[in-house]
């Protein structure tokens, strides 16, 4: 028996057609409801189609951003490397550099504990008592 894989299926090919074309729908403007109807769907449909094609933009972009963080990560390895010697002899124009190419790993890891912001704010209360201070009795 012969098995399909998602990259040859010709059902998720198509479904995938219809999400991509959905999205250039969405992006031009139109309504869940127009997508639908354009593409022989309902308006849920339409709708669920869109968001598949974010997701799979979404799941694309992250895997792009983590191998340019591996690229990043190796050229400080590369950098820090290159600078160990200086740094284990105290050249302290070397241990600066090795102290930036720390913060920019911390920072590309986000290692770094976010920073706590104190607000302080005062709030003040306008109250119109109307005719509420005066004798009701007169």
């Known amino acids: ?16 057609d219809r999400e991509a074309q959905a999205l250039e729908l969405r992006k ?3 309504s869940f409801p127009a997508i639908g109807q354009a593409l ?17 933009i979404a799941q694309q972009t992250d895997e792009a951003a983590a191998e340019l963080r591996a690229l990043e990560l190796e050229r400080l390895d590369m950098a820090q490397l290159a600078i160990a010697r200086q ?14 190419l720390s913060e920019r790993r911390a ?5 770094d504990a976010p920073v ?18 005066s004798d009701s009795a007169t």
């Not at 012969?2 to 059902?11: D, I, M, Q, S, Y």
């Not at 706590?116 to 201070?133: E, H, K, M, P, S």
């Open 1 to 16: 028996m012969a098995t399909t894989t998602k990259g040859n299926n010709p059902k998720v090919a198509r479904a995938r």
């Open 28 to 30: 031009a403007g139109a």
């Open 40 to 56: 022989g769907i309902s308006d849920e449909g339409a709708r669920k189609a869109v968001s598949r094609a974010l997701a799979r």
């Open 87 to 100: 740094v284990q002899q105290g050249n302290f124009g070397a241990i600066d550099r090795w102290i930036r």
């Open 107 to 111: 920072k590309l890891l986000g290692l």
């Open 116 to 133: 706590r912001q104190d607000v302080q704010a005062t709030i003040g209360y306008i109250v119109d008592l109307g005719d509420a201070g």
